[in-house]
Structures are given as structure tokens and as C-alpha cells.
């Protein structure tokens, strides 16, 4: 395919060929023959990689998940001295602003997403269910220094294991075209006059010498360097990196996968900042016991990997199978019915089983329910980031992760005051509400966003093929 001219008025979507004509599961991003590339990186390297990434992000989730559990201790504590309820909720939502590597190939992506989605959850449903038994037990004080330790040990592990993965690979030149990736894993297959205009330009000129050895595996030592090669206009670079995340925004896609994902976290954030209240004194549950619930955070982890992770990768390649081998970002949409649906219903059944009439077992598994549907949201809209914006995945990825947090922030922080001047009922109608709303905005994504990254693509780029 990358020795011919492709008619770029006959492409729908800048599609990836997941499945060959064979049947074989193809490797995008293409791994070049160097041992350094990081998708060539043995699996052990991967995974201290991958460790250290999930260790701070479960760290910095823990610290705000985990007040949820012990927030009645910081109500009288806060309340002798005169502040509000409200005031107090504030400053435990205002952390949630601030949380937040291609080394895999297309079809390992949900698997990998869910891995870090799902640990993430579960680790932290487990220091939160401990954290109400610690600070019973030594105070809360305890809560932060257990997180001081945790962090510490997390320094030790990015020191040891924590391995550059910025890799720049070299062009391959098919007949007179060139196929080049850049250093976000963006794959272009120029036009012979544009193979010409590459070549003639600095990044073309600098690599000249193509035919050279393989360089050899870099030892252990080497890859624990802390000041590896710098590129060579890095504050161009960075300037360049903030416009190409102004410009994610272009894209339907990007903004339907930022709402999707902002208000199913600020909900998660929302609702484990009053079920310490719900549970202790509308359901009479110990103070020391509120921690128990986020028993649904594990099994939550554990079953949006499965569905959404593991599950979903096996649907994605079948899905690909059926369309004539081509991927397309927007099969990520269709996993996403399911947990849009479920976290509806499990905020109505959080809602209605809130007040107190009812057993403790409908905010229990409205919460285990939710969980599912947020790790599966996670791992859905994360891999679908990757792909709807073709020009540049690695902005776009940032643009979703970093700005779900500020949405979501703005979600969690209004949920309590809604709940004081309604209800329990009518705040979580509300937020089921708003999910709901935009979980149907994917249809005219699902449709649309693809006319609309053609369009903007031809315009950028051209006659160039582009595959992510």
C-alpha cells in the first residue's frame, strides 16, 4: 500500500488497516529495528514504565477518594471553628483540579489503558477502605503521612524504573515516497514532490546516512540516564505542543471524549464526598466502617478492565474484521454505550436509596455499579483520544486527561450544594441528567466526526496519507 499513490478524495477517515488480508493483527505504530525503540522495549521494561506512571496517579486519587471515608472527622473538626459544610467540600474537590507513552500498538491499547485505569481504581478503593480504620486508630494526620511514605517509595521506583521513552524513528522510503513518524507516533506517507521537500529540509538533511548499523541495546545504566539527548529545538517544540493542544479542540471527538469523561469523574468525585454521610447517619454505619464501601471501587476496577480493557480490544479487532480489516476511532464509541448507560442508572438507584428508606445495599452497589462504569469510561475515552485526532494523538491526549479535571472539578463541587437545597434524589437525577445528555452527543460524533478530521486534514496536509 505505501508504494502507490492513494486518492485522498476516495478516503472517508484516516483510517488505520488493523487486519490484513490475511487475517493477521497488524503492529501500528510500525516498530522500527532498533532495540531502543520503545515498542521494542522487553516486557519488564514495560511494565516499570507503565508502575511508576499508575504509582503517583494512585497516590494523588487516594488523597482525594480517600477523604470521602473520613470527611466527618474534618466536618467537626472545621465545623468548632465556625466554617461550613460546603467550605469543607470545597477544599476537598479542589485537589481533583491538579490529578491527573505510546509504548503499545492499536489493538494492545484498551488492555494497557485498562491495566492503569483499573489499578488506579482498585489500589485506591483499597487505601480508602483502610483509611477510615487508620485514622480511628492513630488520627488523621496518619491519613497524610501514610501518603508521604507512599510517595517516597514512588521516587525510588521512578529512579530505577522509569525509563525515558521519547524515540525519533527514521524514515523509510518506498520507491520515491517517504514514510516518517513523528515524535508523537503520528505516521505520514508523503507524495514524491513532498518526499523531495522533506529531504531538502533540516529534519530530512539529518538523516542522510539511512544505511547505517543498528545502534546496539543500550545498557541499564544508560537507560536510567536523567539528562538523555535533547531534541533539537526543544523550546520550539514546547511552544508548538501548547498550540497543538488549542487546536484538539477543533475536533468533535476530542470535546465529546473531554465531557464524557469529565463528568463521569467529577460524578465519581461528587458522590464519594457524601456517602460517609449517607452511610453513618442514614444508614447508622460505624464511623470506622464507612471505608467498607469502596469494596465496590475493587470490583468496579476489576470489571471495567474486563469489559472495557480486555473485552473491549477482542471487539475493536472484530470490529475491524467486519469493516474489511480498517480500524476506525469511532468503534471506541460503541463501547461506550454500555457504561454510559450503567452510570445513569447507578446514580438513580445512589439517589433514590440515599435518604435512609431503603437498605445500605442500594448506595453500596449504586457506587460498585458507578465504578465500572467510570474505570470503562476511562479506558474507552482515553484510547478513543489517542485516535480521533490524527494530526497530533499525543496533544490531544494531554488536552483530555488535563481538561477533564477542571469539568469535573466544577461537577463534583456543585453536587453537595445541590443535594442541601433538593435532595438526594433530585441532585443525582440532575447528574444522571447531564450524563445522559451527553452520552447521546456520540451519535452525531459517531456520524460526523470523521467528515469533519477529513476535512481538516486535507486542508493541513494535502494529498499526504495519514495513519496513526
Given at each position: 500500500m505505501a508504494d502507490k499513490k492513494i486518492d485522498v478524495d476516495c478516503i472517508e477517515h484516516v483510517d488505520q488497516v488493523l487486519v490484513d488480508e490475511a487475517g493477521r493483527i497488524q503492529r501500528l505504530p510500525v516498530p522500527s529495528d532498533d532495540p531502543n525503540d520503545p515498542l521494542n522495549f522487553a516486557l519488564w521494561e514495560k511494565t516499570?514504565?507503565?508502575?511508576?506512571?499508575?504509582?503517583?496517579?494512585?497516590?494523588?486519587?487516594?488523597?482525594?477518594?480517600?477523604?470521602?471515608?473520613?470527611?466527618?472527622?474534618?466536618?467537626?473538626?472545621?465545623?468548632?471553628?465556625?466554617?461550613?459544610?460546603?467550605?469543607?467540600?470545597?477544599?476537598?474537590?479542589?485537589?481533583?483540579?491538579?490529578?491527573?507513552?505510546?509504548?503499545?500498538?492499536?489493538?494492545?491499547?484498551?488492555?494497557?489503558?485498562?491495566?492503569?485505569?483499573?489499578?488506579?481504581?482498585?489500589?485506591?478503593?483499597?487505601?480508602?477502605?483502610?483509611?477510615?480504620?487508620?485514622?480511628?486508630?492513630?488520627?488523621?494526620?496518619?491519613?497524610?503521612?501514610?501518603?508521604?511514605?507512599?510517595?517516597?517509595?514512588?521516587?525510588?521506583?521512578?529512579?530505577?524504573?522509569?525509563?525515558?521513552?521519547?524515540?525519533?524513528?527514521?524514515?523509510?522510503?518506498?520507491?520515491?515516497?517517504?514514510v516518517i513518524t513523528d515524535q508523537y507516533g503520528v505516521t505520514r506517507v508523503l507524495t514524491a514532490p513532498e518526499t523531495q521537500e522533506y529531504l531538502a529540509s533540516e529534519e530530512g538533511r539529518s538523516y542522510a546516512d539511512l544505511d547505517g548499523d543498528t545502534p546496539p541495546k543500550k545498557t541499564y545504566r544508560q537507560m536510567l540516564s536523567a539528562w538523555p539527548r535533547l531534541c533539537p529545538h526543544p523550546l520550539r517544540d514546547v511552544l508548538l505542543t501548547w498550540w497543538q493542544m488549542l487546536e484538539t479542540f477543533s475536533s468533535p471527538g476530542i470535546i465529546y471524549a473531554t465531557l464524557l469523561s469529565a463528568v463521569i469523574l467529577g460524578g465519581s468525585v461528587g458522590v464519594s464526598l457524601t456517602y460517609d454521610t449517607v452511610l453513618q447517619y442514614n444508614y447508622g454505619w460505624g464511623a470506622a466502617s464507612i471505608g467498607l464501601i469502596n469494596l465496590g471501587g475493587v470490583f468496579g476496577g476489576l470489571g471495567g478492565m474486563l469489559y472495557a480493557g480486555i473485552l473491549g480490544d477482542r471487539v475493536i479487532v472484530w470490529l475491524a474484521r467486519r469493516a474489511g480489516g480498517v480500524h476506525k476511532p469511532e468503534h471506541h464509541l460503541l463501547l461506550l454505550i454500555f457504561p454510559g448507560l450503567l452510570a445513569v442508572a447507578s446514580l438513580l438507584l445512589y439517589g433514590f436509596t440515599a435518604s435512609g428508606d431503603a437498605t445500605w445495599g442500594g448506595p453500596f452497589m449504586g457506587w460498585t455499579l458507578y465504578q465500572v462504569a467510570f474505570v470503562s469510561t476511562l479506558i474507552r475515552t482515553t484510547s478513543f483520544a489517542t485516535e480521533a485526532w490524527e494530526k497530533n494523538p499525543g496533544p490531544a491526549l494531554v488536552t483530555v486527561v488535563g481538561t477533564k479535571n477542571i469539568i469535573g472539578f466544577g461537577v463534583s463541587y456543585g453536587l453537595n450544594p445541590m443535594v442541601a437545597k433538593y435532595s438526594y434524589p433530585a441532585a443525582m437525577g440532575i447528574l444522571a441528567g447531564v450524563v445522559g445528555g451527553i452520552l447521546l452527543l456520540g451519535v452525531p460524533v459517531y456520524f460526523f466526526n470523521p467528515m469533519v478530521i477529513t476535512r481538516l486534514l486535507l486542508m493541513i496536509f494535502g494529498d499526504a496519507v495519514m495513519l496513526t
Open positions: 516499570g514504565i507503565v508502575v511508576c506512571c499508575c504509582w503517583f496517579s494512585i497516590m494523588s486519587l487516594s488523597v482525594i477518594g480517600g477523604l470521602g471515608s473520613v470527611l466527618d472527622v474534618f466536618f467537626q473538626m472545621y465545623g468548632a471553628e465556625g466554617h461550613s459544610t460546603n467550605q469543607v467540600v470545597w477544599l476537598s474537590t479542589f485537589p481533583s483540579l491538579f490529578v491527573g507513552i505510546e509504548v503499545t500498538f492499536i489493538h494492545q491499547r484498551g488492555t494497557i489503558y485498562g491495566i492503569y485505569w483499573a489499578t488506579q481504581n482498585i489500589v485506591t478503593s483499597l487505601l480508602t477502605l483502610a483509611s477510615s480504620y487508620e485514622v480511628a486508630a492513630l488520627g488523621w494526620r496518619w491519613f497524610y503521612w501514610v501518603f508521604v511514605i507512599t510517595v517516597a517509595v514512588g521516587l525510588v521506583l521512578v529512579v530505577f524504573a522509569c525509563f525515558e521513552t521519547r524515540f525519533q524513528r527514521r524514515p523509510i522510503f518506498v520507491g520515491d515516497h517517504a
